[in-house]
């Protein structure tokens, strides 16, 4: 499916247009002192012309037949782009942990890694991060690799979704 581009869509933002819009699907999840988990998702991209798309995310648990169990994460930000080809990322998690990332952008992917992690004094405790998202096939596939609770950096959540 060709991609639109809006009419007032930053310059600094061009490698980012694929992802605009609504993206639902579902992924796994794993990591040292959990159970592995299934889960659905949705991620929302929006954009107003400013160098920069706001990102919001929330998932749930769903069972072995897709069942909604429980919800689980949501996150919001930023994906600030202050120059063509670099992004800058603002996250508040509803766990207690706010992070901020640095990465690169190319047409269909995004690579970021943790500059800062701040948490509450209630949120586990997490240390550092990479992020890796891809427009595969007309998809948006993401992986997530987290360093928390004193364990490496490790692979913890990856999935697959569709736009909408």
Not at 3 to 19: F, G, K, M, Q, S
Not at 21 to 50: A, C, I, N
Not at 102 to 130: C, M, P, Q
Request: glycine share 10%.
């Amino acid at each position: 499916m060709p991609i639109e581009l809006p009419p007032n869509l930053h310059l600094n933002c061009a490698p980012l247009v694929w992802l605009l819009g609504t993206w639902t699907g579902s992924g796994k999840g794993d990591y040292p002192g959990m159970e592995p988990f299934d889960y659905q998702q949705e991620l929302v991209f929006q954009q107003d012309g400013r160098p920069f798309l706001h990102y919001f995310a929330r998932s749930w648990i769903v069972d072995a037949n897709g069942e909604k169990v429980r919800d689980a994460a949501q996150e919001t930000g930023f994906l600030r782009c202050p120059e063509r080809g670099k992004v800058e990322m603002v996250l508040a998690h509803n766990t207690g942990i706010s992070e901020i990332w640095y990465g690169n952008a190319e047409d269909g992917k995004i690579e970021l890694h943790t500059a800062g992690v701040s948490f509450t004094e209630s949120a586990r405790e997490v240390t550092g991060g990479h992020r890796l998202y891809g427009n595969v096939e007309g998809d948006l596939l993401y992986a997530y690799d987290m360093e928390a609770t004193g364990h490496e950096l490790q692979p913890h959540l990856w999935a697959r979704l569709k736009r909408t």
